[in-house]
């Protein structure tokens, strides 16, 4: 969190969208899935963190807000100003100008929920607890070019699980994946967008191309790497995917790094 010094009151503002909470998140997708220039979404999402009722005055140079019982008048490059500690949200602009969300949610915002009675258990931050065979199908969903309702249940089918300790792409609970709020959906996905970028920068030689968005088809890159890992061997195959993402990766990640020195001997 960063400290905002306004009016001699000290507010606390989020420095990353794992220190925004689940309600600023939601504020923020629907700001976001409008037609609104960037400076609007930031100047908005500053004044919903800071639970402050805001309106532009008869002078359009300056804006009405109120904060914890105090009212101020404030001018339009005050609030510019103080709204640029929400920069951290988008990426710079390309070279055609485009600037999009930077995904960085690694926090799982929805650990635990409850579905008509049934409980089900997201993945940890940063995807730790997940499992390999878990990881794959949600790659596989992702991946898929045909966005239909359908995917996405599956998405999150593999996403939510009544039990953390193992996975069977068979045993998704689809129906009750039709009751998710769709904030819960967005949320989930900028989660999970945000850790796949999380995991491409921990282990850049697992995925050489991870933080590239025209990167091609990911699953089938990781089946490959799986088959090498295991050398052709089904058996091991199989059983590495019942391991847990972060073993297998590091293991991927030493066998690949091993290779590189070799390949590199004289």
Same mark, same amino acid.
């Given at each position: %969190?960063?400290?905002?010094?306004?009016?001699?009151?000290?507010?606390?503002?989020?420095?990353?969208?794992?220190?925004?909470?689940?309600?600023?998140?939601?504020?923020?997708?629907?700001?976001?899935?409008?037609?609104?220039?960037?400076?609007?979404?930031?100047?908005?999402?500053?004044?919903?963190?800071?639970?402050?009722?805001?309106?532009?005055?008869?002078?359009?140079?300056?804006?009405?807000?109120?904060?914890?019982?105090?009212?101020?008048?404030?001018?339009?490059?005050?609030?510019?100003?103080? /709204?640029?500690?929400?920069?951290?949200?988008?990426?710079?602009?390309?070279?055609?100008?485009?600037?999009?969300?930077? %995904?960085?949610?690694?926090?799982?915002?929805?650990?635990?929920?409850?579905?008509?009675?049934?409980?089900?258990?997201?993945?940890?931050?940063?995807?730790?607890?997940?499992?390999?065979?878990?990881?794959?199908?949600?790659?596989?969903?992702?991946?898929?070019?045909?966005?239909?309702?359908?995917?996405?249940?599956?998405?999150?089918?593999?996403?939510?699980?009544?039990?953390?300790?193992?996975?069977?792409?068979?045993?998704?609970?689809?129906?009750?994946?039709?009751?998710?709020?769709?904030?819960?959906?967005?949320? %989930?996905?900028?989660?999970?967008?945000? /850790?796949?970028?999380?995991?491409?920068?921990?282990?850049?030689?697992?995925?050489?191309?991870?933080?590239?968005?025209?990167?091609?088809?990911?699953? /089938?890159?990781?089946?490959?790497?799986?088959?090498? %890992?295991?050398?052709?061997?089904?058996?091991?195959?199989?059983?590495?995917?019942?391991?847990?993402?972060?073993?297998?990766?590091?293991?991927?990640?030493?066998?690949?790094?091993?290779?590189?020195?070799?390949?590199?001997?004289?």
């Amino acid at each position: %969190m960063r400290k905002l010094i306004w009016y001699d009151r000290e507010y606390m503002l989020p420095s990353s969208m794992n220190e925004m909470t689940n309600e600023q998140l939601i504020e923020l997708s629907v700001l976001t899935a409008q037609p609104m220039p960037i400076q609007e979404v930031k100047v908005k999402i500053l004044f919903i963190c800071l639970n402050a009722q805001f309106r532009r005055m008869k002078n359009p140079n300056y804006f009405r807000v109120k904060i914890d019982g105090e009212t101020y008048a404030v001018t339009a490059d005050e609030v510019t100003a103080i /709204s640029a500690a929400f920069d951290f949200l988008y990426i710079k602009p390309d070279e055609k100008g485009n600037c999009f969300l930077d %995904m960085r949610l690694t926090r799982c915002p929805y650990p635990v929920l409850k579905i008509k009675g049934t409980e089900f258990f997201a993945p940890d931050s940063n995807l730790t607890d997940m499992l390999y065979n878990q990881y794959i199908y949600l790659q596989s969903f992702d991946q898929a070019k045909d966005k239909k309702p359908e995917v996405i249940y599956q998405w999150l089918g593999a996403m939510f699980r009544t039990n953390k300790e193992k996975f069977n792409h068979k045993d998704l609970n689809l129906e009750l994946m039709k009751h998710i709020n769709p904030h819960v959906v967005v949320l %989930m996905l900028w989660f999970w967008i945000g /850790s796949c970028r999380f995991l491409a920068e921990k282990f850049p030689r697992v995925f050489p191309d991870g933080n590239d968005p025209e990167y091609g088809d990911v699953y /089938s890159g990781q089946q490959r790497l799986l088959d090498y %890992m295991a050398k052709g061997d089904p058996e091991k195959k199989r059983a590495y995917k019942q391991d847990m993402l972060y073993d297998i990766l590091y293991s991927l990640d030493y066998i690949l790094e091993i290779d590189e020195q070799n390949s590199d001997s004289p």
